[in-house]
């Protein structure tokens, strides 16, 4: 079983950054790729950005390439979410998610954590 617990949510204005971490534990976490998601209230999920369980592969999203940066510390097992320029339409609750298979643009993983609350103000 694996359990993923997100933070570093909050309260930002518009064009700051912010970092999300997703920590991970459980066995085989290692072996794990990690995915972010965020779904904003009245929309549906929407994947960002997936990194596969070495770091050395990466997916994101049209919507987020080149202003979120996803990268992954295995010392600590835990997975990062670098997001500049941020928008109020970025205001959403943002999930971390594992899976063993690694896909691209993925629409649903295994584990999923309980989310992070971001928002942007303008």
């Known amino acids: 079983q694996v359990q993923l617990i997100e933070s570093g949510g909050g309260l930002v204005q518009a064009g700051d950054t912010l970092r999300l971490a997703c920590a991970a534990s459980?066995?085989?976490?290692?072996?794990?790729?990690i995915g972010w998601f965020r779904q904003a209230p009245g929309k549906e999920r929407e994947f960002l950005a997936i990194?596969?369980?070495?770091?050395?592969?990466?997916n994101y999203a049209d919507s987020v390439k080149g202003r979120f940066t996803i990268s992954r510390d295995n010392t600590k097992n835990t997975v990062y979410l670098q997001m500049t320029n941020l928008k109020p339409d970025n205001t959403a609750t943002y999930y971390c998610?594992?899976?063993?298979?690694?896909?691209?643009?993925?629409?649903?993983?295994?584990?999923w954590g309980k989310g992070t609350l971001v928002t942007v103000s303008s």
């Open positions: 459980g066995r085989g976490i290692e072996n794990h790729n």
């Open positions: 998610a594992a899976d063993l298979y690694y896909k691209e643009g993925p629409t649903d993983m295994d584990y």
């Open positions: 990194i596969n369980w070495s770091g050395g592969m990466s």
